[in-house]
Structures are given as C-alpha cells and as structure tokens.
C-alpha cells in the first residue's frame, strides 16, 4: 500500500505552537486531511482541505489550527497554535478521497495514510 510521511511534532508547552507536514508523494488531489488518535479513544478528524483549498475544521481545534497544501511540493501541512494539553495525539494525514471533503469525512474512506507524528503538550 501507498504510504504518506508525516513529521513535525514534538513536545510543547500550552500555547504553544508546532507546524506539522506531510508528505504526499504525488497524490494531492482531491481531499486531504489530518487525524488524530490517542489510546481509548476513537480516531478523530481534524481538518481537510479540497481541490478548490476548500477547508474544514473540527470544532476542537476551529480558531487554533490551519490546514493548507503545497501541490507543487506534494505536501499537506497543519499549522497548531495555543496548543492545549487536550491536543496530545498521534497526528495522521491522509489522501486520496475523491468525495464530499468534510470533517466528518471517515479515516477508511481515504486511499493514502501516513505512520503519524506524536504531539505531546504539557500543562
């Protein structure tokens, strides 16, 4: 199967910020978005962005994060700003859903996913 590469997280305090990054390898048409997903807890959407740099946002994060996409560089990015410690999870990017790109959007639907980068922010 096709694997995206995620990278960019770290460890930060609260408030703080990370740009995490994603790697497409060619594959960044159609809707692209980020997960997360901590233990005990369902794999949640975050943001998408379409063909059109159409996006969308979680509740949880509207405000804080920004999602955007390079096409000639093959890369999706997640700027995080006034990080919460509610925000600690392993960050996923995926690609390849041609469909409605909305945040609801299920993680199974894409073609493309990526190992995850873990985001740790402390209090």
């Known amino acids: 199967q096709v694997h995206l590469v995620e990278s960019g997280g770290g460890s930060v305090q609260a408030g703080g910020s990370l740009r995490l990054s994603c790697a497409g390898s060619?594959?960044?048409?159609?809707?692209m978005a980020w997960f997360r997903q901590v233990p005990g807890n369902k794999r949640e959407g975050v943001a998408t962005?379409?063909?059109?740099?159409?996006?969308h946002y979680a509740d949880s994060v509207k405000g804080r994060f920004i999602i955007s996409k390079d096409s000639a560089k093959n890369t999706l990015s997640l700027q995080m700003n006034s990080l919460k410690p509610e925000d600690t999870a392993m960050y996923y990017c995926?690609?390849?859903?041609?469909?409605?790109?909305?945040?609801?959007?299920?993680?199974?639907?894409?073609?493309?996913w990526g190992q995850g980068t873990q985001v740790t922010v402390s209090s």
């Open positions: 962005i379409d063909t059109n740099h159409r996006t």
């Open positions: 060619g594959y960044t048409s159609g809707c």
């Open positions: 995926a690609a390849g859903y041609q469909g409605p790109c909305t945040v609801l959007t299920s993680w199974g639907t894409y073609a493309y």
